[in-house]
């Protein structure tokens, strides 16, 4: 299975954003920054350069302005233009800080906004960019800028150990909130790729499973027309014994019509043997579902344990692509670390359903056994090398996401031999996988009432 950066390459989600947001929330800040302008001047009396000031709220504003005349409303930007976008509103607000009294203005907090919107949206390489242009904006903006006085000449500023301190406060919560928006996306945006490659197998499950089903209602529906050409052709060939010429032709009617009769059989026994069934015994679910696996050198034995003594019915299951497609995905994650066998062990009582899978590997490793199921996990022990194996977090999740869409719980351990045998054992000794179902949650309703005592496959 292809890891997370070839299905959904990271360069791609910095062309995520339509330039209408971030001229959206351009016009937000100049709204902003011009009401706090006019407040300072107007309401605080505080002596600024307005002309000054207006020209870096003007320059943003007109830059929106051009981009919403230039750029239909649906572009998107790419990653170098996102890039630059940032910065221009980063350094039109350090230029506005300057004029207002750098770090001693309280708003100089405004300077992490830039940082964490290029974390949440673009690569790492852009916000070490960012992040790292704004530490160096804040620095200098602490020795350099132009100082805020009162009209009648006061200077206004805080005390050198508070100026400093601000300095400390906002460099490191560019560096924190940085760091924090770009382990948040990245989770969300994994857990993002996974659910989609889990619907994509899902929606392939179900197109086999409705395909199977069209399969078998053709073979069936076309069995009625065959059978009374053959029946008509039969006919005419005890009747067509006098004309040679006619007799050939009714001859291999009958013939290309048996031939059309063995390839819907044919059909429709592989519809029925697949996916046409809409409801099978809890074994045949297995059996369907490690069918795939059975010839890949790895001995598969299914058993039923002692459970089932009581007098319960074997539960007969609603076939759920889900259900297929996530055991199907279990039995093959053991069967590629399994040494020799893999166990698929199955058992019910009149409420419950468990079915564990186990192999004779090497068994889970240790530091990972606590964050199984989570997508791209990047690395697991395989059958020929303990240090490393490719590929274990998606296949797992989306058979773990599946299983609990059907109402599963399911639970991942180690067996107890000695896992630094070489030797395959004759039981269970590597990874455990336990699939446990609540028996309403997947049992078909006809069974619930009896109905499919001698069901069979």
């Not at 009401?35 to 307005?50: G, M, N, P």
């Not at 055991?327 to 994650?333: E, F, G, T």
């Amino acid at each position: 299975m292809k890891s997370n950066q070839d299905l959904f390459p990271e360069s791609n989600r910095g062309e995520w954003i339509r330039l209408r947001t971030m001229i959206f929330i351009r016009w937000v800040a100049i709204i902003g920054q011009t009401a706090a302008i006019i407040i300072a001047y107007k309401y605080f009396e505080l002596a600024l350069d307005l002309s000054l000031c207006f020209l870096a709220v003007g320059l943003s504003a007109l830059a929106n302005i051009i981009a919403g005349l230039f750029y239909p409303e649906s572009k998107r930007l790419r990653e170098l233009e996102n890039v630059f976008m940032i910065l221009f509103d980063l350094f039109q607000l350090a230029f506005l800080l300057f004029l207002t009294g750098g770090l001693n203005n309280p708003f100089s907090v405004l300077l992490i906004a830039p940082v964490v919107v290029s974390a949440a949206a673009l690569k790492k390489r852009s916000t070490f960019i960012i992040g790292s242009a704004a530490i160096l904006i804040v620095t200098l903006l602490s020795q350099y800028y132009i100082p805020l006085e009162n009209l009648s000449g006061k200077t206004i500023s805080i005390a050198n150990i508070f100026l400093f301190g601000n300095w400390i406060a906002i460099s490191t919560g560019i560096v924190f909130l940085a760091f924090y928006a770009t382990r948040v996306t990245s989770e969300l945006n994994t857990m993002s790729d996974a659910l989609f490659a889990t619907q994509t197998a899902l929606s392939r499950e179900q197109k086999l499973t409705d395909l199977g089903g069209v399969i078998a209602a053709a073979a069936h529906e076309l069995g009625t027309p065959l059978a009374t050409i053959k029946l008509t052709s039969s006919e005419l060939i005890g009747e067509l014994k006098n004309f040679p010429e006619l007799l050939d032709d009714a001859l291999l009617i009958r013939d290309q019509a048996n031939r059309c009769g063995n390839i819907l059989n044919s059909m429709g026994s592989a519809g029925k043997d697949d996916l046409q069934m809409h409801q099978a015994l809890l074994a045949e679910i297995i059996r369907e579902a490690a069918e795939p696996h059975s010839k890949r050198g790895i001995e598969i034995e299914t058993k039923i344990s002692d459970g089932h003594k009581g007098g319960i019915d074997e539960p007969c299951i609603i076939r759920r692509p889900e259900i297929i497609h996530g055991l199907r995905n279990m039995i093959q994650n053991a069967v590629d670390f399994a040494k020799a066998k893999v166990w698929v062990e199955s058992s019910w009582t009149k409420d419950s359903i468990i079915i564990t899978i186990s192999d004779d590997g090497h068994g889970y490793p240790p530091n990972l056994l606590g964050r199984l199921g989570d997508p791209f996990l990047g690395s697991k022990i395989g059958r020929d090398d303990s240090q490393g194996y490719e590929g274990m977090g998606l296949g797992l999740f989306i058979a773990k996401t599946l299983l609990e869409r059907t109402g599963a719980e399911i639970s991942f351990a180690n067996g107890l031999k000695n896992q630094n045998s070489n030797q395959s054992q004759n039981e269970p000794s590597g990874a455990i996988v336990e699939i446990y179902w609540p028996r309403k949650k997947v049992e078909s309703i006809s069974n619930l009432f009896g109905e499919n005592k001698n069901f069979s496959i």
